[in-house]
């Protein structure tokens, strides 16, 4: 499994040697977006691809990973949340059919990172601050994703941004560290790297490439997605990015009244991401997109976006003051 | 006025030049902290100190202006919030002063540039959006200040961080540009820089400095606040983010439970900044700081930030990839 672009010559750094990938650039594994067909293209970029086992049955995991496995004979990796009901059937796929990479996320890293190390496989944990970092030096982990307050989708109770959460992070732990959260261009990733981090994540710029499995419908609302267009909600069931839409100005009623947690269960029910995000119910649906949605523009295959991300990164170090 | 280090090579740029300073370091000109001494120390060792007229009287303002004068032969100026009630009167010291640079922000920038620019004043105006930029360009303003999310005290409605925030006002408008937001250490200065500015605001870290006008009772609680012990507030009224402490947890209590924007105004009476900030109510005043306050946990004098500050921007030039 251990690659390399022959005669290119490339930074290496912590992350691109734990993962071994080409560039330090991971794209998130995104309920409804992360299929086969956006990992595989994102890892034979030279990136680290990652299905979404978020919004996948047991079965439909399988098939993903052994058509990406078909597609690419790069790194990839499944993200899992691990408060996934079917969770050990999920891992139980993930081992055997020898998935190089796991990233976990929602719940304790102590879980699964010996069963997973056991099996060879390289563990990253997702948090959102230096509690939980602490934690996942303790589990062992092998690197950790720190998630800022800008990111799309589920959310830290404590709404650190990106950058303060990175200089905190790694002034805390000493472990490969990947920052996520309002990088969609390579201005974006320098500042992450400025900030101490070692790798990106990267959500919403992917979701809304050619080759993400979102629905069209929603594509076309990420790219109209303009400054103030997306809100940390349902803060008082479990915090979540959202785009303003129908069912957001639904939820955002609730908040201004003060409703209970039990009216916005009852508001949400059930399958309201899949709605929106797959089926393109933009109206009634769930949509979960970061905050720098607002900067992207145009559906743009994988391949073109890495090309931005590493001229942009290169431009943005060559116009930085050299030192002061 | 023109003054300069000499014998010192430095680097410098847009807002170097356009303020005629050594560091592209501007303090934030805060409510309650930002008197004659803070900002002379600052315009002393190269940055851009500036005064906060917000919560001076104009009679108190002439006499910080005179001794900040006294104190520094350097650059410095005024940050006038423009809905002031004496505005006008303001206005007319800071030009009988020949205060060579002012800072406006909350309101409209078409209102006072044309004014201070036949006095020979800089303006600078702050934005938290890309409308306001826009229209800080069509008013003629010298440089504009973008203002994250993370940023303590007053704040855009659009809760855009830092991160994406600086992007999308860099490809909006070409006035040089200032990051405030999240910025108290070198990493967070060059992060800013690869996000396209060509200058930086820090407010908290010079909030908790010696030099600083606040309380001692509100510094040591800037050293003690920890990841989310800040939270943007008061959103029915003008989004502001405060500290939390038994003030706040009355906010957030009417916030959870819907109150109207007239329970906010009541609850908030007048004079609680003072009492919080400057008074050293720590209970019952109204505490502004930023996110940011997680990562300072020491009062400095204000050269020693200068000198961490630029050590520590230097550092992270050095270890980020010089290319991808």
Redesign the interface.
């Known amino acids: 499994m251990i690659w390399k672009f022959e005669n290119v010559i ?2 290496q ?1 912590r992350i691109t040697e734990l993962l071994k990938i080409k ?2 650039i991971i794209q998130g594994g995104m309920v409804w977006c992360s299929g086969w067909e956006l990992a595989s293209a994102v890892s034979n970029n030279g990136g680290l691809g990652l299905l979404g086992a978020g919004s996948m049955h047991p079965d439909v995991l399988k098939e993903h990973i052994i058509k990406t496995k078909a597609a690419t004979n790069n790194p990839f990796g499944v993200n899992v949340p691990l408060l996934y009901p079917d969770i050990e059937q999920i891992m139980d796929i993930i081992i055997s059919e020898k998935v190089p990479i796991v990233f976990t996320s929602a719940g304790n890293p102590k879980t699964w990172t010996q069963t997973l190390h056991n099996n060879g496989i390289t563990v990253v944990h997702v948090i959102a ?3 939980f970092a602490l934690k996942c030096v303790e589990a062992g982990v092998d690197a950790i994703v720190a998630e ?3 990111a799309g989708g589920h959310n830290g ?8 959460l990175i ?2 992070i ?2 805390s732990v000493t472990i490969p560290l990947i920052a996520a ?3 969609a ?1 390579g ?2 990733m ?7 981090a070692d790798g990106v994540q990267i959500g919403s710029l992917f979701a809304s490439s050619l080759e993400s499995s979102a629905h069209i419908n929603f594509k076309n609302l990420i790219l109209a997605a303009a ?2 267009d997306t ?2 909600s349902l803060k ?1 069931l479990s915090p979540t990015r959202l785009l303003n839409n129908e069912f957001y100005q639904k939820v955002l009623e609730l ?5 209970t947690p039990d009216k916005f269960r009852e508001l949400l029910g059930k399958g309201r991401a899949k709605k929106g995000m797959f089926l393109g119910d933009t109206d009634e649906g769930e949509l979960e997109i970061g ?2 949605s ?2 992207i523009n145009k559906i743009k295959p994988v391949t073109e976006i890495f090309n931005d ?2 001229s942009g ?2 431009k ?2 060559r ?6």
Do not use: D, H, W
Not at 190 to 196: P, T
Not at 255 to 259: D, F, K, M, V, Y
């Open positions: 490339t930074m750094n560039y330090p601050n230096t509690k800022g307050f800008e109770r404590e709404e650190t941004t990106t950058m303060c200089p905190q790694r002034n959260g309002g990088i261009s201005s974006a320098a500042a992450a790297f400025a900030l101490g400054e103030g809100k940390l008082k908040e201004l009244n003060g409703a905050q720098v607002a900067m991300l590493i990164y290169n943005a170090i116009t930085m003051p050299a030192s002061l």
